[in-house]
C-alpha cells in the first residue's frame, strides 16, 4: 500500500523477510535508506497469510507468491520513499527477473490480530519461483533466521563472471 506522509513524498509500506533485516548482511543498505531519511522501520511484522520462504543458490531467501502454502513468514516493515524504493528495486533485480515486487498483507507481531496492512514484498520470480519450491520439496520455513545468514554469500564473494539467473537455473536442475 502506498501512502502519502507529507505531500511531497509517496511512501511504499515493504516488507522485509530476508538478508535486508537488522543483525543480517544487507541491511546495510537499509540503514542507508534510514540515514537519508527516505526509509522508517516500523517494526516486526507477519504475514497475514501462509507463503513459502526458502533459500535458492547462495543461500538467498525467497518468498514464493503462493498464498495459502508455507508458514506466515515473520519480518520487519519500512516505509521507503520513491527515491528508496528505486534503489531497492535495483538492488533486489526487477528489471531482470530476480524478484518481483507483489502485494502481501502484514500485521504487527506485537498487536497480531490488530491493523492488517497492505504492503509489499520482494517474491521470486515467477519464471523461477514454483520449481524453486518444488526443488526444496514443497518445505520452507517461518523465518529467515541468523543461522541461515551466516551461509548467505554476499554477491561480492560470487563468482566474476556469474549471472544469478542462470545460477538459478543451475541449481534448479542440479540433482540434490
Known sequence: MSTNQDSNS????I???????????NHYLM???????????????????????VCGPYNIPYLIHLSGSGNRVKGELYSVSTQGLARLDEFEG???GHYDRLPVQVQSEEDE????????????????????????G??????YRETDGKQYVMPGDRAKDSCILDDIELFLSSIQ
Not at 509517496?10 to 509500506?13: F, M, N, R
Not at 514443497?138 to 523465518?143: F, I, S, V, Y
Request: avoid cysteine; charge should be positive.
Open 10 to 13: 509517496k511512501q511504499t509500506l
Open 15 to 25: 516488507f522485509s523477510y530476508g538478508t535486508l533485516k537488522r543483525g543480517f548482511s
Open 31 to 53: 540503514q542507508e535508506l534510514i540515514n537519508k531519511n527516505v526509509a522508517v522501520f516500523l517494526g516486526p511484522h507477519i504475514t497475514t497469510h501462509p507463503y513459502p520462504l
Open 94 to 96: 526487477t528489471k531482470f
Open 113 to 136: 490480530g490488530e491493523g492488517l496492512v497492505e504492503a509489499e514484498a520482494y517474491f521470486a520470480n515467477k519464471s523461477f519461483a514454483e520449481r524453486l519450491w518444488e526443488k526444496k
Open 138 to 143: 514443497k518445505l520452507g520455513w517461518n523465518e
